[in-house]
């Protein structure tokens, strides 16, 4: 709390395209399962014209049991989910908190895993919401008290990773979502703000820490916790 009580304010002027920059190339999308599938038909009136005699010489089909020999079929376990639509299946997120100030701070290190599901998947799904709905800003937009506070995390099933992040938290808030092999960026503005407007109560959550200290150095932190 000392660099607020200081009232050391920083302001930054960023462009979206600017923004849109930082962001990962977007990698290619592989083709899903079944799309673009088309079903295989037999050719029209195949089979209509046989050669063979009305009465035939074949012997006659040998009575077989009604219950078939072959085993059934089992069924397959359906496919994990990937990207936003794996929200459900999130388990659990670890979250670093990175500082980049001018001046000196004795804030702490917080680095926070987070394994009570329900609080992961709200999060997560803000994420998603916000970049599903991207700030439609354009030109040069003022950016006050920006301390340089970002957070990067890494959402998972278990131990199979979902989606990762970045989430700048001070001045014009930036949120990065990798998932599904696709990055995508925006500014929590406008359409991205009203989409997720609980992102920074449930990213508070998730870190165990006041609302307002997600946009702070808060000396000490939490520390690293399991």
């Known amino acids: 709390m000392e660099l607020m009580t200081r009232g050391t304010r920083q302001s930054t002027v960023m462009s979206p395209r600017q923004v849109r920059g930082t962001a990962l190339a977007v990698l290619l999308c592989s083709a899903l399962a079944g799309c673009g599938s088309v079903t295989a038909s037999a050719p029209a009136g195949a089979g209509a014209s046989s050669s063979a ?128 092999g696709k990055t995508k960026t925006t500014l929590v503005l406008g359409a991205a703000a009203a989409a997720a407007p609980k992102l920074r109560d449930d990213m508070a959550a998730v870190l165990e820490v006041p609302r307002l200290a997600i946009a702070q150095p808060v000396s000490g932190g939490t520390g690293a916790s399991k």
């Open 53 to 180: 005699p009305a009465s035939s010489s074949a012997p006659a089909a040998s009575s077989a049991p009604a219950a078939s020999s072959a085993p059934a079929a089992s069924s397959a376990p359906a496919a994990a989910a990937t990207g936003c639509a794996s929200v459900d299946q999130a388990t659990s997120v670890t979250v670093h908190r990175v500082i980049h100030l001018v001046e000196p701070t004795r804030a702490g290190a917080l680095s926070k895993t987070q394994n009570n599901a329900a609080l992961v998947r709200a999060l997560f799904s803000e994420f998603c919401a916000a970049v599903r709905h991207p700030s439609a800003a354009k030109g040069a937009i003022r950016c006050p008290a920006d301390f340089g506070i970002s957070y990067t995390g890494t959402f998972y099933d278990g131990s199979r990773t979902l989606a990762k992040f970045v989430y700048g938290a001070t001045g014009c808030q930036i949120l990065s979502l990798t998932a599904d």
